[in-house]
Every structure is written in C-alpha cells, then in structure tokens.
C-alpha cells in the first residue's frame, strides 16, 4: 500500500512540472522580428523590445482565442504600457545593432495571470490549457510521402495541441488503430493525427483524422497553400482551431455528475483519472471511493453531456450509462485485439 501511495504521489509531482513547463511554453511568442532606429543603439533596442512585447501579445491572443470572439474586442489596438504589464520578460534570439539601428528576432514571455485579466476583462473567452497528445502521421496521398513528410518538425511547439511527427512513410489513409498504436504508445500520446495531402503544388489542402483506440473522427480540411511547408503549417492551426472549439467554455452553468471508473492496473487508473481531471470541461473533480479495479468520481461539467462525451473520447475515456449511472472505461482496454 506504501510504495501505490508513493507512485500517486510521484506521478502527480511529475504531471505538475509538466503541466508548468507547457504553460510556460504557451505564453511565450518566438521568432518576433524588430527593426528599430533611433538616436542610440541603446534607444533603438528600447523602442525594438517594446514593438516586440505588442506584436507578440497580438500573436499570444490568436493562439489564445479564437476569431469570433476577438472580433471587435480588440479594436482600440494595444497600447505599449499595456502589453509591457502582459509581458514577463524579453530573451533576444538573434540580433544586429549598429549605427543607432537594432534587427533582430526575440522571443517575449507573457505573465499567464495577466493575461488572463485582460482577456476576462473584454469578456473574450479563451483556453490555455492543452489538448492531449498527438503523433502526427503525414500519410500518402497525392504527393511524395517522404517529402510529405519532412515538411512537418519532429514536435510542435507552443501549441494548444502539441504533437509528435511519426517518421515513417509507409501508412496510408486507410490505416488504422492497430497500425499506429505503436507510434502512439511510445510517445506517451493519446491518439494519432492522419494528415492527408491532396491537391498539387500551388493549392494543397491537408485532411486531418484522428485516430484512437474508440474509433476514428473527421476534424476537417484546411484551406489551400501553395505549398508543402504552408499546407502543414495550416494542418498544425487547424488542429489548435479544433481543440479551442472543443474546449472553450462560456457558459458557468455546471452539471454535476457522478460516475465509476473501471480500470484493470493501476497504470490505467492513473491515465483515466488524469485524462478526466484536465479535462477542460470538468469542474471540482473528486475521488469518492477507490479500489483495486474501480473507483466512483464526483465532478461538474460545462456545455452539453454530447460534447463532454466526444472530449473524452478524444482522450481515450469510453462513456456509457447503466443502472449505476455513469461508467467510464479506457478505450484501450476495451479496443479488439
């Protein structure tokens, strides 16, 4: 009993340093490009800093929000004392200075509380938590898979929903669990990203379909690029697009529920509980009993009891309902081998 407290204890020490380095990560906006001239290199800098805390809050909000509900919220523009009271900090990548003139590219760390002030203050919904992990799969389609693949970087960074590129090129769109779950395993991910390219140079599109033990779901077609490196750039936006539409809450009307959760290890109760717990759209979540194969759950959700079903879905928790309520199992477990 000792050395299971012990590992709980672990795991939640270990999911906390975590969780503080994605956030860190999310609020921080890289490869911002300055050009600043003045009366001094000195003056130049200043003025290049402060030009950066704006563009890069502008970015930050995008990343935050999305387009609906920024729209006409942020019209009075941003002035440079409030972005310099957002930001924590300015780390310079690369620069040039000389000649009272200052180019560079910096990268700006936002103050997550006070970010998140402004933003409720002009009633802008928003999310800052992330989506579960991904290994993306650029699958075969009507271009060369290896060059396909060599478009997408080996992680994401700084996205709401982060990912892993899997590089091998031999799955196709008609692959399915069974052949990525392997990938997706020893990434520590929740689920697989099939992304198709169609078209051909000048307007390629991007399918994306996820892809977990519960089953496969559309999430939709990106908009042309003219070209690779483009279409998998707006591949990767529209899986953070599809996450803040699934995760945004704004509504505080709360359902409370309560619910089992059978589990086979305690490796899997651990994954259960954490998926259910970071779940944007639950609320006050709680352990009421505990055993060696179950345990009942109290919680509060957001939105409808259909959109909280497909979250967790998407994080790999099946839901049905019995003569005991709610019961929730992995749908590893459950997947046929």
């Not at 970015?59 to 929000?65: A, P, S, V, W």
């Not at 399918?207 to 939709?220: I, K, Y």
């Not at 967790?312 to 019961?327: A, N, S, Y």
């Amino acid at each position: 009993m000792t050395r299971r407290i012990l590992l709980m204890i672990a795991v939640v020490f270990l999911a906390a340093g975590t969780a503080a380095a994605q956030l860190r990560e999310i609020y921080t906006i890289r490869d911002i490009e300055v050009e600043e001239s003045a009366g001094s290199v000195i003056q130049a800098q200043q003025e290049a800093f402060a030009s950066a805390r704006v563009k890069g809050a502008y970015r930050l909000f995008e990343r935050l929000t999305l387009p609906e509900d920024r729209a006409g919220r942020l019209s009075s523009g941003l002035s440079s004392s409030v972005a310099n009271r957002l930001a924590a900090a300015v780390d310079v990548e690369e620069e040039e200075r000389g000649g009272g003139k200052y180019v560079g590219k910096l990268a700006v760390v936002y103050n997550p509380n006070m970010v998140r002030e402004f933003l409720s203050q002009r009633n802008i919904p928003y999310t800052d938590q992330t989506a579960p992990k991904s290994v993306v799969f650029p699958v075969r389609g009507t271009a060369n898979a290896v060059a396909w693949n060599s478009e997408w970087p080996d992680s994401s960074r700084g996205r709401l929903a982060p990912f892993e590129t899997s590089r091998g090129t031999s799955m196709t769109s008609s692959s399915g669990w069974q052949e990525l779950q392997g990938d997706v395993m020893s990434a520590g991910a929740r689920r697989a990203i099939k992304a198709e390219l169609t078209g051909s140079p000048g307007s390629y599109r991007v399918r994306l379909v996820s892809v977990t033990a519960a089953g496969e779901t559309d999430l939709g077609t990106t908009d042309s690029a003219a070209t690779m490196e483009g279409a998998a750039e707006r591949a990767a936006t529209l899986l953070d697009d599809v996450w803040k539409r699934s995760a945004i809450v704004r509504s505080g009307e709360r359902t409370p529920v309560k619910s089992t959760i059978l589990f086979t290890s305690l490796p899997e109760w651990n994954s259960l509980r954490g998926a259910l717990a970071r779940s944007p759209l639950v609320f006050d979540f709680e352990i009421a009993g505990l055993s060696r194969q179950g345990a009942v759950v109290k919680f509060a959700y957001a939105g409808d009891r259909d959109r909280l079903v497909s979250s967790l879905r998407e994080r790999g928790i099946m839901v049905e309902t019995d003569d005991m309520g709610w019961v929730m199992t992995s749908a590893v477990t459950r997947a046929p081998s």
